[in-house]
Each structure stands twice: as C-alpha cells, then as structure tokens.
C-alpha cells in the first residue's frame, strides 16, 4: 500500500494562473489536465484519486506532480524533450535528402524508401516528419 502524498505546496499566485488556464478555452488540454492535477494535489487529494477523478493513470498524476515541484508552472506548461530532433542535421544535409529525395531515383525503384535513403545518405533511421515525409538521424556528427 502507498503512503498517503503530502499536499503539494503551491503559491496563490501559481494557483491563481492554473485556475486562468483551465477557465480559459483556448489552452491546450493537456496544460488543463496538468493544472487540474496540480490543483487537487494541492487540496490534499491522493494520487489514486486524482487519476480517477480525471480518468487518467496514477503514474501520469506522480509525473506531473513531481515536475511542477521541480519547475513550478514551466514544468506543466511545456513538453519535455523527446530525444534528437531534426537539428542533429546541419542545413547542407537536410538539405541534400530533401534534393535527392526530390529530384532523383534509387535504382531499381520508383521512389525512394526511407532506408533506402538513409543508406544513400549515410544515415541512421529515427522515426520524425519534417518536409512531408520521413526523416531520419545523422548519428555520426
């Protein structure tokens, strides 16, 4: 059995903003979710609770609990990171797969396959859509 969480600790100020954020009707849902589960934590609500008032996992509710007292409100209102991005390509590679992808033809083939491509150009295959397509990581810079 879990031990029953602290209350989360938030300034008028922090609760005042989350409660715009939630009235508001142009905010992301996601930013809501997080200041809904913020807010009940705040009133003492226990995790399990939380997750169950607003139809999601416990582990979601810890999650952004635990970011909002590392960040405060930057931690819920902005995503994390989700591994390399399309800036692990400098300009002039980028710029080659989309030519080459463009404006030419692998052998014995109509159009190019994204591991086709990615071997031509020496890449690595990480799934990111950019240009309408899929892109892959140059591993190697």
């Not at 029953?4 to 989350?18: F, N």
């Not at 930013?31 to 399990?48: F, Q, T, Y």
């Not at 080659?96 to 396959?113: C, G, N, R, Y």
């Amino acid at each position: 059995m879990w031990k029953k969480a602290d209350a989360l600790v938030i300034t008028q100020e922090q609760q005042i903003i989350m409660d715009a954020w939630i009235r508001a009707k142009k905010t992301p849902q996601r930013i809501v979710l997080r200041s809904r589960i913020c807010l009940l934590a705040a009133e003492g609500v226990s995790h399990n609770a939380i997750a169950k008032k607003l139809n999601t996992s416990r582990s979601t509710v810890i999650l952004w609990i635990k970011r909002f007292e590392e960040q405060g409100l930057t931690g819920i209102s902005e995503d994390a990171t989700h591994g390399l991005s399309s800036r692990c390509f400098d300009a002039k590679k980028v710029k080659s797969i989309v030519e080459a992808t463009l404006h030419t033809k692998p052998k014995d083939a109509t159009h190019w396959s994204t591991r086709t491509m990615a071997k031509v150009q020496g890449l690595v295959i990480l799934r990111y859509k950019g240009y309408g397509m899929l892109m892959v990581c140059n591993l190697t810079v």
